[in-house]
């Protein structure tokens, strides 16, 4: 394919920019914790926030999955979504919608010609396929990040693997037809670059963080009856890792185990991944000490959070990760897996500790040494607040994609914010 061309010489002159992100399966109005909603979503949701604040206007399309659901939903002051229609009407898994991609790129042309944005920003790959078919007929310039990459997926898990086939090609199409990748950590740069995206066409800037609602201080979830608590936070598919960490716990003597996400309480015992930790937790002798909410209202998940002695991220692979952010801004020390993006936001030892990923026992000789140590614990705690007010909250993050905007577009960032 033709690239597009480089960066725009003649952008909207500084301050008010028109923001279009598309984010095809990933709505920021969907409930949290499913198979298919998790950090992608909080992740439009808050970058959308975060640019109105600082006096552009947003407009989030996202793939209609309900009949009766309204165009447009305004979700805050300078942000609204816009649902596009494009295949059936319902839930589907996002590994079934590229064939609907063509029909939700000529919706996006259309509606990119009626209402003409300034810039647009697509969000994972089937996103930034659609995307660069439209930018192209509306003559926008098309920055694209991509939350995952079918490369490394494709390493990790093999034939259980279930994206399309047509995956890594597509994602090649839209590193080279963007004008500009916005990586999310270090990893994923040397990633890009195997795949052939140039490096000029590359600039870092990391996932943010709430740092006014993932704070210290604040309502702590009810305890339970052992000594020490671990959490684990996310939606439940293997690779997250709670099996490693339900196999660690039995290292772990006192200490429970709370695991959040998934479907609603009353589901869990129908959802295949619960039952299937459940069996491990029950051969390794821990199923009184592993405990399932399910999937959590937005409101509940701070207290959950300041209620463990230690948050785990043990995932096989992470793309980035908004567990250890949202962890280290309540406070709380991180055992997380050293791979993808928490190799950057988890500083060990002076954040948590780093450990090698499918590795129980590694995990466990980690969460032991930090519940020994109370004191470590709670400098480990102090530091990863500062460490996220440094360097991931969203007003931070918000600059530094509009400075990425306003380079493809030729013009200043805003002087206020």
């Known amino acids: 394919m033709t690239p597009n061309p480089g960066p725009r010489t003649a952008g909207p002159a500084p301050g008010v920019l028109s923001v279009a992100l598309v984010s095809e399966h990933a709505s920021p109005l969907a409930v949290l914790g499913g198979v298919d909603a998790g950090g992608q979503n909080v992740h439009v949701a808050a970058l959308a926030a975060a640019l109105a604040d600082r006096g552009h206007r947003v407009t989030v399309h996202t793939r209609r999955d309900a009949p009766d659901l309204p165009d447009r939903v305004p979700l805050r002051e300078g942000v609204e979504v816009h649902h596009v229609s494009a295949g059936p009407p319902r839930p589907l898994p996002k590994d079934r919608l590229l064939p609907y991609m063509e029909e939700f790129g000529d919706r996006l042309a259309r509606q990119w010609r009626a209402r003409t944005p300034d810039v647009a920003h697509s969000h994972y790959w089937m996103s930034g396929l659609a995307s660069l078919r439209a930018a192209r007929e509306a003559g926008l310039p098309l920055l694209h990040t991509y939350h995952a990459l079918g490369t490394v997926k494709r390493r990790h898990q093999g034939a259980a693997d279930t994206s399309p086939p047509e995956r890594i090609a597509c994602e090649v199409e839209v590193g080279l037809g963007c004008d500009r990748v916005i990586a999310t950590c270090r990893d994923?740069?040397?990633?890009?670059?195997?795949?052939?995206?140039?490096?000029?066409?590359?600039?870092?800037?990391?996932?943010?963080?709430?740092?006014?609602?993932?704070?210290?201080?604040?309502?702590?979830?009810?305890?339970?009856?052992?000594?020490?608590?671990?959490l684990q936070l996310g939606r439940l598919v293997p690779r997250k890792g709670a099996a490693v960490s339900v196999a660690a716990l039995a290292r772990l003597p006192g200490t429970e185990l709370v695991v959040v996400g998934g479907p609603p309480r009353d589901l869990l015992d129908d959802d295949p991944e619960v039952r299937r930790l459940r069996d491990v937790a029950r051969n390794a002798g821990v199923a009184d000490r592993v405990r399932f909410t399910g999937g959590v209202s937005a409101g509940r998940v701070p207290p959950l959070l300041r209620s463990a002695d230690v948050v785990l991220c043990p995932a096989d692979y992470e793309p980035?990760?908004?567990?250890?952010?949202?962890?280290?801004?309540?406070?709380?020390?991180?055992?997380?897996?050293a791979v993808g993006g928490q190799l950057d936001t988890v500083a060990d030892p002076g954040t948590g500790r780093l450990v090698p990923p499918r590795d129980p026992e590694a995990l466990a000789r980690a969460v032991a040494g930090l519940l020994a140590d109370p004191a470590a614990r709670r400098a480990c705690g102090a530091a990863g607040r500062r460490r996220v007010l440094g360097?991931?909250?969203?007003?931070?993050?918000?600059?530094?994609t509009e400075a990425a905007y306003c380079e493809v577009l030729d013009a200043e960032p805003a002087p206020t914010g």
């Open 391 to 400: 360097r991931y909250g969203w007003p931070r993050i918000a600059a530094a």
């Open 188 to 230: 994923e740069v040397a990633e890009l670059a195997r795949m052939g995206v140039p490096a000029d066409r590359i600039v870092v800037v990391p996932c943010g963080v709430d740092t006014d609602r993932f704070t210290p201080l604040g309502p702590v979830a009810r305890g339970g009856p052992y000594r020490y608590r671990l």
């Open 320 to 337: 980035f990760g908004i567990v250890p952010l949202e962890a280290m801004a309540c406070g709380r020390p991180v055992v997380a897996s």
